[in-house]
């Protein structure tokens, strides 16, 4: 991953410019947790052009043992355990507003000079690539659910179950105040911030940005809600239910497919019965058909895949409809009228590199095959008879879910062997981790293990 030295020097002056001191070489590891080393600005330019070492076992730790996965390429667990290089993308630096003199700039790894496959972000780029390749860009953005609860008791910061009550909105003026106030400086352009149903609940949602930078302010969003959450003395976790019969937090995926200037929307076609172009319909019907297999990079733990019940706001099967929120794909528009996707597959947990990877990967494999969708569910796609014979049902247990996309051969190929392995490796960890705490009777392990990491 060439840098250029001119290229740097410009974002040096920019640094200085802004008074940084230090920088924050950053990235999302599989599970969407951000990982960082702090540079001094004296050494940035040495970092950025010849490359930082960092070791790339986020991409196979086994949380059970605190070690390795057996994925020899990338833990090397029977070898050396010799660093990856990673560079920075120049184009994602922010300064940091509660943190003093400090900047962030994202980062992808190599080895051996060539990028580790495996990564979150370079699958996630690939797929806009391919995209791309087709004549087609892509307008996306997400819908943020998270818990904020006392990072001491953890009570939740506010009671009740009243979606979008206006004192709950205001449950800590100063959180709330930061919030709005801190993200728009580190690119997070937030359209609206609001309560959620359950007590502590929140969402946020952000404006759309074609390619990769989408899934960039996600993660951005993701660690900046959690780094100023505990400047309050809260935690922010993205987990996607942590406490049993509530409600859970979703990650919907709003997006639409433009020309590749970003110009004209593709999605409509007024000669058409029900408005949508075939494009659309054929990037529809691909992500319904590849819907079992991408579940288990929507809904990446078991804690997430719970949320696949009836009359729980996630869907149940692989659906479609117009205006439609029991189904696993709402297609809609917004108030200039441009049609969208809102993918109503990804939980709260959910990579946002990996939700936008498996979407496209699923979309193309329509657009190339010219797939139509079934019919459109114009009722409660909870009820059977609503939904069309023959629709794919979602998995709810990661043993399934891993099946559908071991057997999947186009997502397997699209995304790539190396992240196959290294992505399978950590669920069946976690597999293991759910017997071991059935055997002990440990009913609180998923909090336990996924609430503050997430």
Request: net charge negative; glycine share 6%.
């Amino acid at each position: 991953m060439a840098v250029k030295i001119e290229n740097v020097e410009q974002l040096m002056s920019k640094m200085k410019a802004d008074d940084v001191k230090f920088i924050r070489f950053e990235l999302g590891d599989m599970y969407g947790v951000s990982r960082s080393k702090i540079i001094p600005i004296s050494h940035f330019m040495e970092k950025a052009t010849r490359g930082l070492k960092f070791n790339p076992g986020y991409l196979g730790w086994d949380y059970r043992k605190d070690g390795s996965l057996p994925i020899p390429k990338y833990t090397f667990i029977a070898g050396s355990r010799p660093d990856a290089v990673m560079f920075p993308d120049l184009d994602t630096y922010i300064t940091i507003p509660w943190l003093k003199n400090t900047g962030r700039i994202l980062i992808e790894p190599t080895l051996d000079s060539e990028p580790l496959t495996a990564h979150p972000r370079i699958v996630a780029r690939r797929q806009i690539d391919s995209l791309r390749e087709l004549g087609y860009s892509l307008l996306s953005a997400y819908e943020h659910e998270f818990f904020v609860v006392d990072k001491d008791t953890h009570e939740p910061y506010t009671k009740g179950n009243i979606s979008r009550s206006t004192l709950r909105n205001y449950g800590d003026p100063e959180f709330t105040h930061q919030i709005l106030t801190d993200l728009p400086e580190v690119g997070v352009d937030i359209e609206v911030f609001e309560s959620e149903y359950e007590a502590g609940q929140v969402e946020i949602v952000h404006k759309p940005s074609f390619g990769i930078k989408a899934a960039d302010t996600s993660h951005t969003c993701r660690i900046s809600v959690k780094e100023i959450a505990l400047e309050h003395g809260y935690i922010a976790s993205f987990m996607t239910q942590p406490w049993p019969g509530t409600e859970a937090s979703g990650l919907h995926f709003n997006h639409s497919l433009w020309d590749v200037q970003g110009q004209n929307s593709k999605m409509m076609d007024k000669h058409s019965s029900n408005g949508l172009s075939k494009l659309a319909r054929n990037w529809i019907a691909g992500i319904l058909t590849h819907a079992p297999a991408i579940s288990v990079l929507m809904a990446p733990t078991s804690n997430c895949l719970k949320r696949y019940e009836p009359y729980s706001c996630a869907p149940t099967a692989a659906t479609w409809g117009f205006d439609n929120r029991t189904t696993a794909l709402r297609v809609t528009q917004n108030t200039n009228g441009n049609m969208y996707i809102e993918n109503r597959l990804s939980s709260g947990a959910a990579n946002p590199y990996l939700v936008l990877a498996a979407t496209v990967a699923a979309g193309i494999d329509g657009i190339k095959h010219e797939m139509e969708p079934p019919e459109n569910v114009k009722g409660n796609a909870y009820e059977f008879e609503n939904i069309p014979a023959k629709t794919a049902m979602l998995p709810t247990d990661m043993k399934t879910a891993l099946e559908h996309l071991s057997n999947d051969n186009v997502i397997r190929e699209a995304l790539g062997e190396d992240f196959y392995q290294c992505y399978t490796g950590f669920k069946l960890s976690e597999i293991l981790m759910e017997q071991e705490a059935k055997e002990k009777g440990n009913t609180n392990w998923e909090r336990e293990f996924l609430f503050e990491r997430m």
